[in-house]
C-alpha cells in the first residue's frame, strides 16, 4: 500500500485529487496540507512514502523549499499549472522525483505515484530534455570520478587513485544519479559525453 500525502493549497484541487487517488486499491491519502506548516505536521506524523507538493504555495514558503527540507526523505512529485523550464530544473535539483501538470490525467498521476514508489522517477519527455539542456555542471571532484568511471574502473578503484573512501565516491555518484535523472553509471557517463565534461570515446 503506497502512502501518499497531497500538498495543494487550493481545496478543489486538493478534495478531487483526494476523492479520485482512494479508489484506488494501492493507495492509501494519508492526507492533504495547504500550507508549509502544515505540510510539515502531516509528513511528520503519517511519514507518507510518495509526496504530490504544487510548487506554488500561498503564504512565503514555496513547493520547492518544503521539498528541500525532506532531503532523504519521501518521493515527491512535484505539480504545477506553468510549464516553465526554470521550475524543471529547480525541481530536479531539489531532489524531487517526478513532475507533473494540473492537466495531467488520473491514470498519468497514479502511473507516476506507482513509478516513484518503486523507486524510480516520473519526468515526461518535455520536462527531462529542458533539464539536460540546463544542467548544471559537476564539480571538480566529480569531474574525476566522471572520468575514472568513463574509464571503466569499480568504486572502489576510484576511491584508491583518488584517496577517497568508496562511501565517498558512491555519495558522490548517488547525487550525480539524482541530479541528472540517471539510474546508471552507463547513463551518468553518456549525460557526460553529450555535456561535453568528458570527451567521448573514439
Known sequence: MIR???I????????????????????TVVGT???SVAADRLIEAQLPEVVLCDIRLGGTVDGLEILSRYRPGPAFIMLSAYSYPSYYVAAVEHGAKGYLSKMASIDQILAAVRTVAAGGTAFPDDVRRAVRAALRPPTPRESQILALVAEGHANSEIAERLSLRVKTVESQLRRMFDRYDVTSRT????????????????
Open 4 to 6: 501518499l500525502a497531497i
Open 8 to 27: 495543494e493549497d487550493h481545496p478543489a484541487i486538493a478534495e478531487g485529487l483526494t476523492a479520485l487517488l482512494r479508489e484506488e486499491p494501492d493507495v
Open 33 to 35: 496540507a495547504r500550507d
Open 187 to 202: 547513463s551518468l557517463v553518456r549525460v557526460a559525453q553529450r555535456q561535453g565534461w568528458i570527451e567521448e570515446d573514439r
